[in-house]
């Protein structure tokens, strides 16, 4: 099993930065891929950005250049939130590949005022 926990999100006005982190624990040595989904109200989730083990990194076409995944080790993944919208806003879930299956975490809610 993995389990992720994460930390950061919070209320910020546009154009503002935010950082979220996350680490998981359990069979880390499992985990091929890491990173970040978000869903808004009345929204399905959608992917954010996420990172494969040979460091290839995916983005949304609506964060390129704004947002930036870093695997910082094995089991910690955290997302740079620069140039922040209100589009932006939604509850934000650290997501991990691992032998075939998906792990999820909590979720984090991120705010941006305009």
């Known amino acids: 099993q993995v389990q992720l926990v994460e930390s950061g999100g919070g209320l910020v006005q546009a154009g503002g930065s935010l950082r979220l982190s996350c680490v998981a624990t359990?069979?880390?040595?499992?985990?091929?891929?890491m990173g970040w989904y978000r869903q808004a109200p009345g929204k399905q989730r959608e992917l954010v950005a996420a990172?494969?083990?040979?460091?290839?990194t995916n983005y949304a076409d609506a964060v390129k250049g704004r947002f930036t995944n870093s695997r910082n080790a094995q089991n910690i993944v955290s997302l740079q939130m620069n140039s922040l919208k209100p589009e932006d806003t939604a509850v934000y879930y650290c997501w991990a590949r691992w032998n075939s299956k998906d792990a999820w975490g909590q979720g984090t809610q991120v705010t941006v005022s305009s």
């Open positions: 359990g069979s880390i040595f499992s985990i091929n891929a």
């Open positions: 990172s494969n083990s040979g460091g290839t």
